[in-house]
Structure formats: structure tokens, C-alpha cells
């Protein structure tokens, strides 16, 4: 079983440090990098589906060159291998750009499945996974709370999460699955992981690597742009009650009154 | 001329989704601005039902019928038709939900017409080009953002605005598939409906929620007393869902689901972060907590320093009273 994980490095969401630059693009410099968060939990399946059936997973990130570090997070909690497709043209790339560059690095690989995290936590769109299923042609199974890939028919069953409960979509792999936090707790890197990332192979792979021109991807070739930034409008003091129960429920039902809730 | 295509998501019973009558309302009124044209597309086995109630919205409603889809995951295929009936527009806009269903589409979409994507708006309006506003870094920001070139596919956030209807309904046009599909199909082999699955919380105008505070699937029962006391759905703290009291559908935040309620009824939840991104643009924030230094005091309303079963209980009784 060869299963790819997609994994952005994003603005570590927990240091809040993170603003757009002068040029409304991302300041990669304000804020220190982590593994996207959902990225983890779709990390952590994989994992789990190789010890299983045996296999190997390699991680694909667009980035800049200096991913390498936060990738290395990712390999100490058991990934094999990391994929990194970097190059200055790629700065700015939008939604279809990334799509199109993971789509051309995932032609050179070999693999099951593909995993990509439910979203990013600075991009929050979580189109990504469908777009590049889309340009491969695989078989694009989403919001899934179980996987279950069956190696002897080449199949694999997901159940995905709906409003009402689940339906259990079913496809042929190699085929792309979207993961949600219902798999599992990510593991911690143990420091023999942790040791053994350090050797373990990161491939860095240029656009002219993949057989793509930098005019047509990047910041050159967006599809959207910023137009402007600001901060959303603070929302009003706080109300503190402190008192008896009865007291404190009469002040929720006199504002739900007020504002024509009740 | 700018078109506005209104991709309409049909629900399981065949009706169409709330959340597609809110994104058609907001491309009427986008087309009016525009001096353009606002027309809908429903594509699905039977997309009878759906697309003549999207036509209370929209003046008109192209409805593809693809018997093929019966069976199969949704998006996939209704992309596949969705972008032959955009065919050669390559300028239209393209309107959907944020939700679920809608994310997958719009990434499909995507790749199929070579449209960008802006994800996730809570508003959008036109000053001689489509400028829509979406929240970034966890809401610390508001962006505008547009297309570069023509064409292009936003999602819309639930409860962004009212639907309203319009004063006489648009008409419904029927076609059927476009071709052989190109993309693989999905088969859906089981469906299955949880027992006491909640209302969607992405489209709820109430919700309470409750938190790690809460103590276990039992104390959740006050919550959903309070829920249906105030006609709202029932939300959750990831630190609540993963101690398995309540299914992920209901969790909100960064790696739940982001919501706009009217009304937000916090019950001992500490507001960390990864929670208030998911809810800090509700409209009003009530809390009950017993530490009046939680982050949540920081961005309630009101907050209620407290027990939150004692308090909760009050106001139960509270709220009965003035009913009954």
C-alpha cells in the first residue's frame, strides 16, 4: 500500500502572529510553521493503513525551500519519504496553480491513494483535494470518517459523513481520499522518529523538474487576487454578571428579549 | 453582459437546500448591480422538485436530469454538468454553498474550466467587477478579494443573507446529460441515517453549544433542552466531540464547521482560539462559564459567571415560564 499525503506547511494558528505582507501575500517571515493541522489527521490514517497492510507514505508539499524543516515533522511521525515541489515562480500561486503543480508531481509518483487534510487552516478553502482528483481522473471520495482499502479486489471503501449520517461510497484505487478529524488523534513523534526524520529523504523538485512552465503557475498566473485588507469591526464590551443562577438566567433572557431572540 | 450561474444543491428528499435559495437571492441582486442575468442550474437524477423551487429565486432555472447519478456521489457528475451547460461562457460567474457538497463541486469545477476559486464569502458585491469578502487567519482579518480575468467560482457561506423570493416565479428549463462522462464516478454502496442526527448547524439561526464544561454525554442533555427551548441547534467544542459526546457533524471551529447563528449560547466553553474561529461572527454571543477570566469573556456579550447546570437550569425554567 503506497499512500501520498498532501501537507502544506501553514502560519502556526496558535502563535496568531500571522498578517499579509505589503503585497497582501502571506508575510512568511511573521509567524513560525507548522504542518497544517488537518494535514496531520490525514497523515495519522495513512500511517495507521500502512502498519496495517504494509507500505509506504510519502508526503507532497508545494512550498517554499525552507519547508523542508516543518516537512521533517511530519517524516517523525513515520512518513518514509517527503516530495518537496519548490520554486521562486510559485510564489502567489492561487487555488489552481497548486492544484495543477500537485497534480503534475503526483504523475511522477506511484501510489494507492492520496490523501489531502478536509482543509488549510490560512486558506480554509478545501478545494484543492477535488481539483487535483479532477486532473488526474481518480475517483475523488471526500469528508471521510472511515477508510478502508481492500488490496486483494484494488478497491477502496469510504464512509463519508453527511448531514443525516454516512453514506459508504466505494471506488476503485488508486483513487484520492479527503480526511476528516473523525480518523483519529495524530500521533506525537517519538524521539526515535524524531531522530530518524533527520535522515530520511526530502526530494525537492523544480517546475522545470515536473515539465512546467513558471508562466503558467504562480503569482504570474493567478486566477484571483487581494484586493485590499483590514481588521473586522470589534465587537462590543462584555456583559459580566455574576450572582445568584436565577439572577444570572433572568440577564440572558432580558438580552434575548432585547434583541428579539425569544 | 456578466452571467451569474447558481449552482442549485438538491437535499436527500429531492427539495432544494437553503443555503442554494441564500446564494441565488445574493446573484439577483448581483445581476441587477452588473446590469447581467442570474440563471440556475440543478443537475441530478430527478432535479424536477429542486429546480422549480429554485425558481421562486431565480427568473430562470436550467434543470439537467442525468439518470446515471442515481446511486453515485453527487459532485463529481453534477460538476461534469454544471460545466456543460457553462460550456462556451468562459466569462460566467459561478455561485454555491460553502458547504460540504458545494466544496467538492467547486473544486471540481475548477479544474474542468480552469476557474479560479474564492472560498468561504460572507459577502460579495460588484463595483464594475465581483468583489467578495472572506475571512482570513481565523477571522483576525477581512479581505477583498476578485478575479483577475473573467469567469470564476465562488462559495457563500449559510445565513450570510435572507432568501427571498421573487414576486412571480422564473421558469424551468429541461435538458438531459451532456455526453460521456470524462471523470470516474463514485458509487455510493450504503446510506445511512444516524439515529438523533441533528439539524445542520451551518444553516441553524440558534445555537447552544456546550464544551468540555459540559462533563459528559449526559450534561448534554441541558443543552439540548435549551436547543429545542429556543427552536436551535446543538454545537460542540472539539474537546467535546472527541471525548465521543456528541458526533463530529456538531462540532464547530477550525476543524469543525464555521458558523453565523443570530444567536450563540456558550455553555461552559472557554473560547480557546480553535473554537472562536468557528464562531466569532455570530451576531450575539451569550456565555456561561465559571472562570470570568476565560478568553470568551473577551468576545461574549454577555457572560454569566457561574455553574452552567445551575444556570442553565434557571434559565429553562426562565424561558418556559414566559412561554407557558
Known amino acids: 500500500m503506497h499512500i501520498v499525503v498532501l501537507t502544506k506547511p501553514v502560519p502556526d494558528p496558535a502563535a496568531a502572529a500571522e498578517r499579509l505582507g505589503s503585497d497582501l501575500r502571506l508575510d512568511r517571515a511573521a509567524s513560525p510553521t507548522v504542518v497544517n493541522g488537518n494535514d496531520e489527521y490525514a497523515l495519522e ?10 507500505g509506504e507514505v510519502t508526503l507532497l508539499t508545494m512550498a517554499p525551500p525552507n519547508a523542508s524543516d516543518t516537512m521533517r515533522k511530519a517524516l517523525a511521525m513515520g512518513a518514509t519519504r517527503g516530495v518537496l515541489v519548490t520554486d521562486p515562480a510559485l510564489a502567489g500561486s492561487c487555488v489552481r496553480s497548486t492544484d495543477e503543480v500537485l497534480a503534475a508531481a503526483l504523475r511522477e509518483l506511484t ?5 489531502s487534510g478536509f482543509d488549510t487552516s490560512d486558506g480554509n478553502a478545501g478545494v484543492v483535494g477535488a481539483a487535483t482528483a479532477a486532473r488526474l481522473g481518480l475517483p475523488y471520495l471526500s469528508n471521510a470518517a472511515k477508510i478502508e482499502p ?14 443525516t449520517g454516512y453514506d459508504v461510497l466505494e471506488a476503485p484505487m488508486p483513487a484520492l481520499v479527503v480526511c476528516t478529524q473523525v480518523l483519529g488523534e495524530p500521533r506525537y513523534p517519538s524521539l526515535k522518529g524524531i531522530m530518524s526524520a533527520r535522515s530520511k529523504e526530502i526530494v525537492s523538485r523544480s517546475l522545470a523538474d515536473l515539465g512546467l512552465d513558471g508562466a503558467g503557475v504562480g503569482g504570474a498566473a493567478a486566477t484571483t487576487e487581494v484586493l485590499d485588507s483590514r481588521k473586522p469591526p470589534a465587537r462590543g464590551e462584555t456583559t459580566v454578571v455574576r450572582g445568584s443562577a436565577e439572577e444570572g438566567a433572568a440577564e440572558i433572557v432580558a438580552l434575548l428579549a432585547s434583541r428579539r431572540l425569544i | 453582459m456578466p452571467r451569474f450561474w447558481v449552482v442549485g444543491e438538491p437535499n436527500a428528499d429531492g427539495s432544494i437546500s437553503k443555503l442554494s435559495t441564500e ?4 446573484a439577483r441582486s448581483l445581476a441587477e448591480a452588473a446590469g447581467g442575468e442570474a440563471v440556475g442550474v440543478v443537475v441530478a437524477a430527478e432535479p424536477g422538485r429542486a429546480a422549480s423551487e429554485l425558481a421562486a429565486y431565480l427568473p430562470r432555472v436550467i434543470a439537467v436530469a442525468d439518470p446515471a447519478i442515481a446511486g453515485h456521489a453527487w459532485s ?19 455561485l454555491l454553498g460553502a458547504g460540504p457538497d458545494g466544496r467538492d463541486l467547486a473544486g471540481t469545477l475548477a479544474a474542468l474550466t480552469g476557474r479560479g476559486v474564492l472560498a468561504n464569502a460572507t459577502a460579495i458585491g460588484w463595483d464594475g467587477r465581483l468583489v467578495v469578502e472572506m475571512g482570513a487567519f481565523g477571522g483576525k482579518l ?16 449559510p445565513n450570510m443573507i435572507t432568501a427571498e423570493p421573487l414576486a412571480n416565479p422564473g421558469t424551468v428549463e429541461d435538458r438531459g446529460p451532456a455526453g460521456d462522462p470524462t471523470l470516474p464516478r463514485v458509487a455510493v454502496v450504503e446510506q445511512v441515517e444516524e439515529a438523533g442526527a441533528a439539524a445542520p448547524i451551518e444553516e441553524a439561526r440558534i445555537i447552544v453549544a456546550g464544551g468540555r464544561g459540559v462533563g459528559g454525554p449526559d450534561g448534554f442533555e ?16 472539539r474537546a467535546a466531540v472527541d471525548s465521543g459526546w456528541i458526533p463530529y457533524s456538531q462540532q464547530i471551529g477550525q476543524t469543525g464547521k464555521i458558523v453565523k447563528p443570530n444567536l450563540y449560547l456558550a455553555l461552559g466553553i472557554s473560547g480557546a482560539i480553535q473554537h472562536k474561529v468557528g464562531m466569532q461572527t455570530a451576531e450575539t454571543i451569550i456565555a456561561v462559564n465559571r472562570d470570568p477570566d476565560a478568553p470568551i469573556a473577551e468576545f461574549a456579550d454577555l457572560l454569566v459567571v457561574g455553574d452552567l447546570f445551575e444556570v442553565g437550569r434557571a434559565l429553562l425554567v426562565a424561558l418556559r415560564g414566559r412561554s407557558g
Open chain 2, 142 to 157: 477581512t479581505t477583498s478579494s476578485g478575479f483577475t480575468g473573467p469567469g470564476g467560482i465562488v462559495t457563500i457561506r
Open chain 2, 23 to 26: 446564494v441565488a437571492t445574493l
Open chain 1, 111 to 115: 501510489f494507492d491513494l492520496v490523501f
Open chain 2, 222 to 237: 441541558l443543552v439540548r433542552e435549551l436547543a429545542v427551548e429556543l427552536g436551535g441547534a446543538v454545537g460542540a467544542t
Open chain 2, 76 to 94: 463529481v457528475p453534477a460538476a461534469e454538468g454544471v460545466a456543460a451547460v457553462l460550456g462556451p461562457d468562459a466569462d460566467g460567474l459561478v
Open chain 1, 150 to 163: 481492500d488490496p486483494d479486489t484494488g478497491r477502496v471503501r469510504v464512509r463519508r459523513i453527511t448531514p
Open chain 1, 45 to 54: 490514517a495513512a500511517l495507521k493503513l500502512v502498519e496495517a497492510h504494509g
